[in-house]
């Protein structure tokens, strides 16, 4: 079989796989998210004749300039020169699909680059496996605080003796706080709905939403974060619970 990156073709036998190592990244919400498929190759250029030497560093330098650039797709053709099951895709590809290790190899000795060499090359490729409304983490957090409706009580502090606490008012009002974030593939995900939308504060920020900037890998947005603050009162109890999702 003959093995391939991009337009360059390497001759019949001279590419092997070292190892193949298939792993695959998880959110934090344990949804499998990034499929990943790194290949450590082996090659040996071999040449005969007379200028053998200076064809095997010719070749040595070929590889190495087919080797410079990202973004294609690799390989494996059978013997009738059809795509084998072995083959790195960079249109599936996360920013497509990359050298990891350039053309290396070990001492230049003795018969090595006079008739053949041994080198070594790696290649990887990322791509998705989940959809891009999967959320890939989420929090969100409800607060109270209040004073269950009771008297509001202040300070005293008298000219002359004990300091003392005075009622000011026979009833109070009740505080929630709802703060939460969201992460998923989509561009810019809605922010969780208030819990009371009938109590909102009033306040000038009570109601916030900020978006972050993607997460980016090889110029590709892997993912969007969305985050929102909600502050509350009203004059009778609240009561809620955060959201579960994911």
């Not at 070749?59 to 083959?87: E, H, K, M």
């Not at 929630?176 to 504060?201: D, H, K, V, W, Y």
């Not at 929102?228 to 004059?235: E, H, Q, T």
Request: net charge neutral; with cysteine; proline share 7%.
């Amino acid at each position: 079989m003959k093995f391939y990156y991009g337009g360059y073709v390497h001759p019949s036998g001279e590419v092997n796989f070292a190892g193949i190592q298939r792993t695959i990244q998880y959110s934090p919400t344990q949804r499998a998210n990034i499929f990943r498929e790194a290949w450590s190759m082996k090659g040996k250029i071999v040449q005969q004749g007379p200028n053998s030497h200076s064809a095997v560093l010719g070749s040595l330098a070929t590889i190495r300039n087919a080797y410079s650039v990202n973004g294609y797709s690799a390989g494996f053709l059978d013997n009738n020169g059809f795509q084998s099951p072995f083959w790195l895709n960079t249109a599936n590809a996360i920013g497509g699909v990359i050298v990891t290790n350039p053309v290396s190899h070990g001492e230049m000795s003795g018969a090595e680059t006079v008739t053949y060499l041994n080198y070594t090359v790696g290649l990887q490729m990322e791509s998705f496996l989940t959809s891009p409304d999967t959320i890939l983490n989420y929090s969100e957090q409800v607060s109270f605080s209040d004073n269950f409706g009771g008297p509001i009580m202040i300070e005293r502090l008298p000219l002359s003796g004990m300091p003392i606490q005075q009622a000011v008012s026979t009833n109070s009002f009740f505080y929630a706080t709802q703060t939460g974030s969201l992460t998923m593939r989509s561009p810019n995900p809605f922010p969780e709905s208030p819990i009371f939308p009938q109590a909102f504060s009033g306040s000038a920020d009570c109601h916030q939403v900020t978006y972050s900037s993607p997460k980016m890998e090889r110029g590709v947005p892997l993912e969007y974060t969305v985050s929102w603050s909600y502050k509350f009162r009203s004059s009778d109890p609240l009561v809620g619970f955060a959201h579960a999702r994911g």
